[in-house]
């Protein structure tokens, strides 16, 4: 069974700056591409950050972009979103999911979860002001 966790979540203070790290069971992670996506209540989930399996690759989204750093490391099956700045408007569930898609990251479509089928429970983000 593919397992993806998620982790560092906890509760900032707004400029602060968090770690989250996921860990995928997934074989062979090495192809896969990974994406975190955050959602609070009553809002639609969003893609945040997007990593293609080369690790090269990546695409964020506006509203994070030059704050926001994803990254991952195939040799040990995990990936990085490390958050500095953080504002209010960055708090939620952030989840990590996987696609099969190695040019996942490539469309737009990727904001919306199109291709991600393995997705973990989510970590909690709080910040506050």
């Known amino acids: 069974q593919v397992h993806v966790v998620e982790s560092g979540g906890g509760s900032v203070q707004a400029g602060g700056s968090l770690t989250l790290s996921c860990e995928a069971s997934?074989?062979?992670?090495?192809?896969?591409?990974m994406a975190w996506f955050r959602q609070v209540p009553g809002k639609e989930r969003e893609g945040v950050a997007c990593?293609?399996?080369?690790?090269?690759?990546?695409s964020y989204a506006d509203s994070v972009r030059g704050r926001f750093t994803i990254s991952r490391d195939n040799a040990k099956n995990k990936s990085g979103l490390q958050m500095v700045r953080l504002t209010t408007e960055d708090a939620g569930m952030y989840y990590c999911?996987?696609?099969?898609?190695?040019?996942?990251?490539?469309?737009?479509?990727?904001?919306?979860?199109?291709?991600?089928?393995?997705w973990g429970q989510g970590t909690q983000v709080t910040v506050s002001s």
């Open positions: 999911a996987t696609s099969s898609a190695v040019f996942a990251c490539y469309s737009p479509s990727w904001r919306v979860g199109e291709n991600f089928d393995t």
């Open positions: 997934e074989y062979p992670f090495m192809r896969k591409s």
């Open positions: 990593i293609a399996p080369d690790g090269i690759g990546s």
